[in-house]
């Protein structure tokens, strides 16, 4: 039995998703390959970085490549359009045909199915974040032959929007949760004044950054009585372009001007480890966002909350912002300094109940390591196919 975990992504954000899963499925002595593929050298180096000793003793590392002919086609389009993670497929289509199972967090992958026609591999999605985004529990959900989920908001939607088939979820709980426990945070704020997270998402529709966020800048660099940790999506800032899929948008996030950089009180970071490794999340006093899956990592620990919005949506009752429950929502940087200064006061009258049930909603957390669990699903599925045996509905059934 051979099971490959495949991450293919500009950035690193993604791994801390699935590879605790491969990590402890080593560890716990699973009998057959583990396989572990990266598509450049960034991601090869994280998971070096990350899976330590355990890689080419229990783990094999493959790093997947192109072409000559393909690299040259894909530099062409890589400054609008993702074309490397495209078209590695097509170029280590072989790599893929020796699975029995993979193990993705994106599903970009689905394409081995829809154009590939590797139909007897057996896929199964990690999902990454526990976020509200209605493009989490769209219709491709349901072409994955097993889905491991952080708890029970995410299985319910998955069964009723997406269609997915109840007996092909898990819920595993959260591995990033042990992968940032074991290899630690890469960041710490000085504690010298109260600390503001500023999280917006990359997608145009959704984001606050490109109609407000140099507003919010400048009401920092203006006010300096708190410090502001300005840590956007990883790929915010990652092309030229930000082109998103689930309402079809293009636009450019722009440049930071240099103004910005020259205060003691703001910090900016466009893609570090940092941004990855929940250093900001868990270092800050207050969130500020918009509709990325990080405020559900920040609420590990319960604080104030803020959110941005600047599309005039209407919030209530959808799902897609349940995570808007957590804290006050406005709609202008105008009123962000008054917002700030009631942020605690609200937190602990209002939102703090609220977080910690949206937290409990959205994780399993039952004391025993989330990549345990999922690497357990993952060996059972692994054990289902070998045997044709379905160890999981003694699991399911419990």
Same mark, same amino acid.
């Given at each position: 039995?051979?099971?490959?975990?495949?991450?293919?992504?500009?950035?690193?954000?993604?791994?801390?998703?699935?590879?605790?899963?491969?990590?402890?499925? $080593?560890?716990?002595?699973?009998?057959?390959?583990?396989?572990?593929?990266?598509?450049?050298?960034?991601?090869?180096?994280?998971?070096?970085? =990350?899976?330590?000793?355990?890689?080419?003793?229990?783990? &094999?590392?493959?790093?997947?490549?192109?072409?000559?002919?393909?690299?040259? +086609?894909?530099?062409?389009?890589?400054?609008?359009?993702?074309?490397?993670?495209?078209?590695?497929?097509?170029?280590?289509?072989?790599?893929?045909?020796?699975?029995?199972?993979?193990?993705?967090?994106?599903?970009?992958?689905?394409?081995?199915?829809?154009?590939?026609?590797?139909?007897?591999?057996?896929?199964?999605?990690?999902?990454?974040?526990?976020? !509200?985004?209605?493009?989490?529990? !769209?219709?491709?959900?349901?072409?994955?032959?097993?889905?491991?989920?952080?708890?029970?908001? +995410?299985?319910?939607?998955? +069964?009723?929007?997406?269609?997915?088939?109840?007996?092909?979820?898990?819920?595993?709980?959260?591995?990033?949760? !042990?992968?940032?426990? &074991?290899?630690?945070?890469?960041?710490?704020?000085?504690?010298?004044?109260?600390?503001?997270?500023?999280?917006?998402?990359?997608?145009?529709?959704?984001?606050?950054?490109?109609?407000?966020?140099?507003?919010?800048?400048?009401?920092? *660099?203006?006010?300096?009585?708190?410090?502001?940790?300005?840590?956007?999506?990883?790929?915010?800032?990652?092309?030229?372009?930000?082109?998103?899929?689930?309402?079809?948008?293009?636009?450019?996030?722009?440049?930071?001007?240099?103004?910005?950089?020259?205060?003691?009180?703001?910090?900016?970071?466009?893609?570090?480890?940092?941004?990855?490794?929940?250093?900001?999340?868990?270092? $800050?006093?207050?969130?500020?966002?918009?509709?990325?899956? *990080?405020?559900?990592?920040?609420?590990?620990?319960?604080?104030?909350?803020?959110?941005?919005?600047?599309?005039?949506? *209407?919030?209530?009752?959808?799902?897609?912002?349940?995570?808007? &429950?957590?804290?006050?929502?406005?709609? !202008?940087?105008?009123?962000?300094?008054?917002?700030?200064?009631?942020?605690?006061?609200?937190?602990? #009258?209002?939102?703090?109940?609220?977080?910690?049930?949206?937290?409990? #909603?959205?994780?399993?957390?039952?004391?025993?390591?989330?990549?345990?669990?999922?690497?357990?699903?993952?060996?059972?599925?692994?054990?289902?196919?070998?045997?044709?045996?379905?160890? =999981?509905?003694?699991?399911?059934?419990?």
């Amino acid at each position: 039995m051979r099971i490959g975990f495949l991450f293919n992504h500009d950035q690193i954000h993604q791994i801390a998703h699935s590879l605790p899963i491969a990590i402890a499925l $080593a560890k716990g002595g699973f009998a057959g390959e583990i396989m572990v593929a990266t598509t450049n050298g960034q991601l090869a180096a994280e998971v070096r970085r =990350l899976a330590g000793e355990w890689l080419d003793s229990k783990i &094999q590392h493959v790093e997947l490549s192109l072409s000559p002919s393909t690299a040259r +086609i894909s530099r062409l389009l890589e400054h609008v359009v993702p074309a490397s993670k495209l078209l590695v497929y097509r170029d280590n289509l072989d790599f893929f045909r020796s699975l029995d199972i993979l193990v993705v967090a994106e599903k970009t992958s689905l394409l081995l199915r829809s154009r590939y026609r590797l139909d007897n591999l057996f896929i199964v999605h990690t999902r990454h974040g526990a976020g !509200d985004r209605a493009i989490g529990f !769209d219709k491709a959900s349901a072409r994955f032959d097993h889905v491991l989920c952080s708890g029970e908001k +995410i299985r319910r939607r998955l +069964i009723t929007e997406a269609q997915v088939d109840p007996d092909a979820i898990s819920i595993v709980g959260y591995p990033k949760f !042990d992968m940032i426990r &074991q290899a630690g945070r890469s960041y710490h704020v000085e504690r010298d004044r109260p600390t503001v997270l500023y999280n917006p998402h990359p997608s145009p529709h959704l984001s606050s950054w490109y109609r407000h966020g140099r507003q919010v800048l400048d009401h920092f *660099q203006r006010h300096d009585d708190r410090a502001l940790l300005f840590a956007p999506h990883v790929m915010l800032f990652q092309r030229p372009f930000v082109v998103t899929i689930d309402r079809l948008t293009i636009s450019r996030a722009g440049v930071i001007e240099n103004r910005y950089l020259h205060g003691d009180n703001i910090h900016i970071d466009l893609g570090s480890r940092a941004s990855t490794d929940m250093s900001y999340t868990t270092a $800050a006093d207050i969130y500020l966002g918009d509709a990325s899956s *990080q405020i559900y990592e920040f609420l590990l620990r319960p604080r104030p909350c803020i959110f941005l919005n600047s599309h005039a949506i *209407q919030w209530e009752g959808n799902p897609n912002f349940a995570h808007w &429950q957590a804290g006050e929502v406005i709609s !202008d940087p105008a009123a962000l300094s008054s917002a700030l200064d009631r942020a605690d006061a609200l937190h602990h #009258e209002r939102y703090r109940a609220v977080q910690e049930r949206l937290f409990a #909603e959205s994780f399993d957390l039952n004391g025993r390591p989330s990549s345990e669990r999922a690497a357990e699903a993952i060996a059972m599925l692994a054990e289902r196919r070998s045997t044709g045996r379905d160890p =999981l509905s003694a699991v399911r059934a419990a």
